[in-house]
């Protein structure tokens, strides 16, 4: 346990923003959890719309540093590349 005002202070800041990142990157873990199950059920349109409220997630999570920016980038391209897999397979 920290003894000085300061050390208290920053244990205390630590733990708000490890409860905000853990929380950022829950969201984003259920997001692309919805992206998946949407692409599967062939919902294209509702599909865009959940891939562009994760790729907002993904981005302002890496702005923040909460996520490696390469990670939002990974994610955004595998995820597009189900929308793009998805309409290929069922017009075959």
């Given at each position: 346990m920290p003894h000085t005002r300061n050390a208290k202070k920053r244990l205390?800041?630590?733990?708000?923003?490890?409860s905000f990142n853990r929380a950022t990157v829950k969201a984003i873990k259920t997001q692309v959890k919805?992206?998946?199950?949407?692409?599967?059920?062939?919902?294209m349109a509702q599909a865009t719309i959940e891939y562009n409220l994760l790729a907002k997630k993904?981005?302002?999570?890496?702005?923040?540093?909460?996520?490696?920016?390469?990670?939002a980038?990974?994610?955004k391209s595998q995820c597009a590349g189900w929308l793009?897999?998805?309409?290929?397979?069922a017009s075959t």
């Open positions: 205390r800041q630590n733990e708000k923003r490890r919805k992206l998946k199950e949407v692409v599967g059920s062939g919902n993904l981005d302002k999570a890496a702005a923040r540093r909460v996520v490696h920016p390469n990670l980038a990974r994610k793009k897999a998805k309409p290929q397979a």
